[in-house]
């Protein structure tokens, strides 16, 4: 992964990734949210993830121990959180069209210096993050990824040191400056039509456990 991250020589120039992983496609199990935030009995989870189709979750939150995680729709003898498994009542032909474009999704990896999200799909993500941005600007912006590009979408020294964000969208999570929001090929905020993640098609919610 480290062949991925941008370099200081060339900021703009990053090869696609290349698909790994084991054999199986895995879901959410049928834990309450309450026991995934709980996490089994020793072991603690890093983040949990939860799946979004407009303003309904999808699924229950998924519990991440590993140290990273491919979420994806469908990545052939991909293992991770299968999106594709997921059994969705949004009749919307949007987000049935959205959903079909995840392919290979996103990997999310902790590491020394924080939190990587690597684009594996063929369309852009985008990504709102507290530490992605100035603490004392009066709006988070919302980053776009490309194709076979990574971020560094969450530092947890930042996060600590961070003061309440002045964003009306991001206080209404309950996990402030600990929560990272990624969408699929669908942008939102100021500098597209749709002002709120909640109004695009396919999105995720990763919250970091800060203990």
């Known amino acids: 992964m480290d062949f991925l991250k941008p370099t200081a020589d060339c900021p703009d120039s990053v090869p696609s990734s290349t698909e790994t992983g ?10 309450s949210d309450s026991q995934v935030l709980q996490g089994p009995a020793g072991r603690s989870h890093w ?22 995680l491919d979420i994806f729709y469908d990545l052939p003898q991909g293992n991770g ?9 949004n009749k919307s032909q949007l ?3 959205v959903r079909s ?11 020394v210096d924080g939190v990587w999200v690597y684009n594996r799909s063929s369309y852009p993500i985008f990504i709102k993050s507290a530490t992605l ?5 009066r709006t988070l912006l919302v980053h776009k990824v490309f194709p076979g590009f990574s ?9 600590y040191s961070l003061k309440r964000p002045n964003d009306h969208e991001f206080m209404q999570q309950p ?13 939102w905020g100021q500098c597209y039509t749709r002002q709120f993640i909640s109004s695009c098609p396919c999105w995720l919610e990763v919250i970091f456990n800060n203990r």
């Open 22 to 31: 084991g054999t199986d496609c895995l879901a959410p199990g049928g834990l």
């Open 47 to 68: 983040c949990v993830v939860a799946y979004w189709e407009e303003k309904t979750r999808v699924g229950r939150l998924y519990s991440v121990q590993e140290p990273s």
């Open 81 to 89: 959180f299968c999106l594709g498994q997921l059994n969705s009542d």
């Open 95 to 97: 987000v049935q069209k």
């Open 101 to 111: 474009k995840i392919g290979y999704g996103i990997q999310l990896t902790k590491e």
């Open 133 to 137: 941005d100035n603490p004392d600007s």
């Open 151 to 159: 971020i560094k979408a969450f530092d947890y020294e930042k996060a």
């Open 175 to 187: 996990w402030t400056g600990f929560t990272v929001q990624i969408s699929f090929v669908k942008g």
